[in-house]
C-alpha cells in the first residue's frame, strides 16, 4: 500500500467572512473524522480557505484501506437450523449480515453452547471509491445557518458552487461532489488570473495558487501579510494603526491578494467621539484608523483592497468617497442629539417595547432603577448615582447616533450626560452598564456602574425566565449566558459580597407585578431557586478553565452548600482547593463520604447532640471531644469567611476520625448507642459542611 498528499478544493462564489474560519475548520474536522471512520491513516490535515474557496490537504493518505478482518458469533446452532436441517431465518440473517452464504459459516463451542460463527478477511476498499462519499458527507455536516439553492438543480451550499478539485497524489479521484464533477482546475483571482489553473498534484497547491493565480490560500499567511501591511502603511502616515484582531480577521476572510492603502478624511470629523470614527471605519467599512503616538485619531485610515490596481489613486479615491458621507451623517446625529437632553427623552421610553410581556423600556428603567439604588445601596456604592444613573440608563437608544451605531449605545450616553451637566459618575455609569460585553472584557470601574450593569442584566435574566423563554440547547437569544456570567463576574471579581438569592427574589418581585399589570401568567414561586441554579452553574465552564487544580466534583462539593453570594462560593472553593493539597485531606475525603453512606442506609434523622453518657468506647469519646473543642473555633472561623484556616483546623480529626472507624461498629446492635454514634457522625459532618460538602468528591 502506498501513501500519498490528497487534496480537495470546494470552489463558490464569495463567502460570509464571518463564518468562514468556522466553515474551514469543521470541513477539515469532519474530513479527518471520515477518513478515520473508514481506516484510511494519513498525517497532518491543513485547512487552506479564501472567500472563494474551502481546501483541505491531508499529507500522506493511504492509497487504499488495510485488510478487514471480520469475526462474529452468530445465533446457536439451536436456533439456526429447524428439525429437518434447514436454515432458519435467523442464521440466514446472519449470513446475509456478513456478507457470505451459509455454508461458508463455521462453528464455535463455548461454555453457553454451540454458535454460528463468521471469520472472514475482505481486502481494503481503495481510496478513489471512498473519498468522494467521505468528503460529501463531510460538506453536509457543516454548520451552515442556511443553505442555498442555485440554478434548476437541487444541491444546497452556502454559495454556489463552480469548481471541485479531488486530487490524491497526480491522479484525479473521479466523482461528482455538490453536483460537479471533480477534477484538478482550481481558479484564482477572480480578475488577476481568471482562467482556469490546472493542479499537478496536491503538493503544488498553494505555490501554484500564488504564482498563477493571484491568490494566498494560507489564511494565517494572508493574515500576517496584511497586518504587516496595515502596520506599514500607518507608518507612512505618520502614525500607529489600530488593529482589532476580529477585524483583521475579517479582512483576511475577505480578500485573497489583499493590498493595504492609506486614506484620508477632513480633520473636521475629529471633533466627534473618538469611538463614533472607531466605529464607521473599523465596524462598518473594515478599515483600521491610524492613531498619533499620543493616542488620538489622525485623519487617516489603513483599507485593505482585494486587487493590485495599475492606479491606486483610483481605489483609494474610492475609499475615502465611501467613508466621508458616513462621517458626515455621523455629525448630523451628533449635532441633532445634543439638542435634547437624556431626560428630556424619558416620557418617551414609554413607546418602546421592550419585550411584550414584560412592558416597555419605562417600565424596565422603573425596574432596574429600584434595583440599582439597592445593590449600590447594599455595597456601601452612592445609592443616588446608581439611581440617576439608572433613570437615564435606555435614554441613548431613542438618539439617532444609536440608532444608526448601535454597537455605541451606552458609550454615547455617557457624552450625552456630559454634554448635559450630568455628575460625571452618573455618565461613566452609562458607558459601562453593558460591561462585560464578551469573556474577558473589562469590568465596570465606578460603584454606580457596577450597580447599573448588575440591575440590568439581572431584570433581563429573571424577567425573561419569569415569561418561559429561558435558553434551551445552543439557543439563547437574549444573551442570557452572558448576563449571568456577567453578574457573577462582576461579583466576584470586584470583591462585593451581595446575597444573590436576595437580589433575584427582589428582581423577580418587580417583574412579577408587571407581568401581572399586563395580564400575564404569574411566574412559579420556585423560580428564584431556578434562576440562583442557573447562574451559578455557568461559573462551573469559568472554574473549570480559568482557576488551575479545580475539578468538576470540587465545584459541586461547595455549591451543595448553597452559598449566599458569588464571593462566598469563590472563597470556598478556593480554600477546598488549597485543603485538598494537605497530607490528610483525602482521608478525610474518603471518611466524609462513609459517613453520608452510612447516615442515608441508616434511613433516620441523627439526634441533633450527642449524649455524653452513652460514649462507650474511647475512640468514640477521643472523637466526640475532638468534635465539640472544634466546634466553635470553626463556626468563629467560617463566620468570617476564613474556610482556608477552618479546613485546616479541621484537618487535625484526621487521626481521631481514622481511629473511630478502625475500632468502632457504629451500628451497633444497641438502638440508643447506635443512634448517638449516629449523632457523632453527623455533628462531624456539619463541620464540614459550612465549608463543602467533602462527600461529593472522588476517592
Partial sequence: MNRHDFLVEIGAEEMPPKSLVALAEAFRDALIAGLDSVGLSHGAALAYFTPRRLAVLVQKLLDRQPEQRLERRGPPVSAAFDASGQPTRAAKAFAESCGVAIEDLTRINDTKGEFLFCKLTRPGVRAAELLPAIVQTALDKLPIARRMRWGAGTVE????????????????????????????????????????????SPGSYLASLERRGHVLADFEVRRERIREGVVAAAEDEGGIAVIDPAVLDEVTSLTEWPVPMAGHFEPRFLELPPEVLVATMQDHQRYFPVRAKDGKLLPRFIAVANIESRDPRQVRAGNERVVRPRLADAAFFYAADRKATLASRRDALASVTFQAQLGTLADKTARITALAAQIAQVAGQDPAAAQRAAELAKCDLLTAMVGEFPELQGVMGRYYALNDGEPEAVADALAEQYLPRFAGDSLPATGAGLALAVADKLDTLVGIFAIGQKPTGTKDPYGLRRAALGVLRILIETGISLDLRELIRTALDSVRADIARLGGKAPAESLAEEIYDYMMERLRVWYLEGMGGVSSEMFDAVLDTRPVSPLDFDDRLRALASFLQ?????????????????????????SPRVDPGLLTDPNERLLATAVEELRQDVERLVTARRYAEALTRLASLRPAVDAFFDQVLVMADDVRIRANRLALLAALQRLFLHIANLSRLPG
Wanted: hydrophobic letters at 45%.
Fill in 582 to 606: 494537605l497530607p490528610d485531606a483525602a482521608g478525610l475525603t474518603a471518611a466524609n463520604k462513609r459517613i453520608a453512606n452510612i447516615l442515608r442506609k441508616a434511613g433516620e434523622q441523627p
Fill in 157 to 200: 451550499f452556502v454559495r454556489p458552487v463552480h469548481w471541485v478539485v479531488l486530487l490524491h497524489g497526480d491522479d484525479i479521484v473521479p466523482g461528482e461532489i455538490l453536483g460537479l464533477p471533480a477534477g484538478r482546475m482550481t481558479r484564482g483571482h477572480r480578475f488577476h488570473a481568471p482562467k482556469p489553473i490546472a493542479l499537478r
